[in-house]
């Protein structure tokens, strides 16, 4: 062999064994990010009127009607007489604003005028139980009954668990005689299920009025997830550092008609298939940056060998990550902005070529792309002049990515791991919409979180039959909120 050639040869095996090492040593020594919190004592709470309180605050039906002909203002007013006279402490030492009637502003003056505040909000509105489903629920929906070791009804997950809890934590910290340095403020909406118009985006404008800059701000979103996939037992606190944008596009096509029995080759509705077709063979890149490596990384050292290495190894893996979890709807959601042609819209009669064909798509838009780059990724792919394509209304870019190696970010994980001892915590994205996004202009630090423990099955109970909460669950949100209480007070 000539030796030039056989040097060649022994040069690639040495970098062949080398980069299989690397990938053998990186699968076989990933390991859970290491906790380094220190234990805490729990609060002494007294669980029996802390669980009458909230099966209570089940019971208001503070519904966020689709019609705006159907609100009960006066449900709402009693809601908010109910938590004015379950927590007299809150009332006597937080100041308390009502915008635009039903959503609450509360600031807890912090002694040191310097720092910046931290803001909790929630919301207290719920969504409908969907008619005709009303007895499919296993208990009443408005009763706040409590069975099975579970608090059950609309609104147990979504959202008011999170904001009664956080209620309850101050009611706690002020009777043990607590004073914050920093100011803390909550914000809690009362239309966060019909965009959060009237409710939080009025809170965030008269904070900024008053130029006030948070140092982060945390709103209900991931949960604890626990069972993720099979074989992982150990839960994750899930923390949304962000949350995707919103898009529909509606693609019109009109070509001459005329009789079906003699068609041309091309029709509307053949152009108009041809264009989405089109949209969805070519989906936009995904996204294999270093925080799809932070969501695996807790699950990554319980998985098996062949999982783990390619999560291990996600700079080489990122083309066989995408073609095996790109069919996982939500592993794709995680990745990449997705499409979903949601209306085709064509044809009249049976033996009538329609002139006209038009279809929407609804697309959720992954923080590294945006509403133009979606637009001319849509255009490029379809590629073809007959077709127009249309934005319509309520498009919205996806929120800026919260730092997760931030000081709030370990705030919040330290906060999370004091009340659950243990508990890895990993950053996500979020792919629903929040309050939250009406609040980018007063901190770069948005955190989406709820330590509610929920398996994939529970996901339907959001908005759906059956909603329910842990009763041991609830208390442990109590703790989490006043560890993030004190340690949000305290920090620097
Ligand atoms: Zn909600």
Redesign the pocket.
């Known amino acids: 062999m000539i030796p030039i050639i056989r040097k060649l040869l022994l040069t690639f095996f040495v970098l062949l064994i080398g980069l299989i090492a690397v990938i053998l040593y990186r699968a076989a020594t990933i390991s859970q990010p290491p906790i380094d919190v220190d234990p805490v004592e729990h609060a002494e709470i007294d669980s029996s009127s802390v669980v009458d309180r909230f099966s209570e605050a089940l019971t208001y039906r503070t519904i966020s009607p689709q019609e705006p002909e159907d609100f009960e203002p006066e449900v709402f007013l009693s809601f908010i007489d109910f938590v004015e006279d379950s927590y007299p402490n809150l009332h006597e030492s937080l100041e308390r604003e009502l915008i635009n009637d039903y959503s609450l502003l509360y600031t807890w003056e912090g002694s040191d005028p310097d720092k910046d505040p931290v803001m909790l909000i929630g ?1 207290y509105d719920v969504v409908p139980v969907e008619p005709g489903t009303e007895d499919d629920w296993s208990y009443p929906a408005w009763d706040g009954t409590i069975a099975e070791g579970f608090f059950w009804g609309r609104g147990a997950i ?2 008011k668990s999170g904001v009664i809890s956080t209620f309850e934590a101050i009611e706690h910290l002020i009777e043990e005689g607590f004073e914050p340095e920093r100011t803390i403020m909550l914000g809690i909406g009362h239309d ?1 299920e019909i965009g959060g118009l009237e409710g939080a985006r009025k809170i965030a404008e008269t904070l900024k009025e008053r130029d006030i800059q948070i140092k982060y701000l945390i709103d ?1 979103g991931m949960p604890i997830a626990e069972q993720i996939m099979e074989g992982i037992d150990s839960p994750v606190a899930m923390i949304g550092v962000a949350e995707k944008g919103y898009l529909s596009l509606r693609l019109n096509v009109r070509q001459s008609g005329g009789h079906s029995s003699m068609p041309a080759n091309e029709t509307s509705i053949s152009i108009l298939s041809d264009a989405i077709n089109n949209i969805r063979q070519n989906p936009m890149d995904g996204d294999f940056s270093d925080l799809l490596r932070q969501t695996f990384r807790p699950i990554t050292p319980e998985l098996p060998f062949a999982e783990r290495m390619v999560l291990s190894n996600i700079w080489l893996f990122s083309g066989l990550i995408e073609s095996q979890f790109s069919n996982i709807p939500y592993i794709n959601a995680a990745l990449r902005t997705t499409f979903a042609p949601t209306i085709f819209d064509s044809g009249v009669k049976e033996n009538v070529i329609p002139q006209s064909a038009s279809a929407i798509a609804n697309f959720r838009i992954h923080p590294m792309d945006d509403v133009e780059s979606v637009k001319d990724h849509v255009r490029r792919k379809v590629d073809d002049d007959r077709v127009t394509v249309e934005e319509m209304p309520r498009a919205r870019n996806p929120s800026p990515v919260t730092d997760y190696e931030s000081e709030q970010y370990r705030i919040l994980q330290t906060a999370i791991q004091e009340a659950f001892p243990d508990m890895p915590v990993a950053p996500i994205f979020f792919l629903a919409a ?1 309050d939250s996004r009406h609040y980018h202009d007063l901190t770069d630090h948005v955190f989406r979180f709820r330590p509610i423990r929920a398996t994939p099955a529970d996901q339907t109970r959001i908005h759906g039959t059956d909603e329910r909460i842990g009763v041991s669950n609830y208390l442990e949100m109590i703790q989490f909120q006043i560890r993030l209480l004190k340690n949000s007070s305290q920090t620097d």
Do not use: G
């Open positions: 919301h979504d959202d966060e209900e929040t």
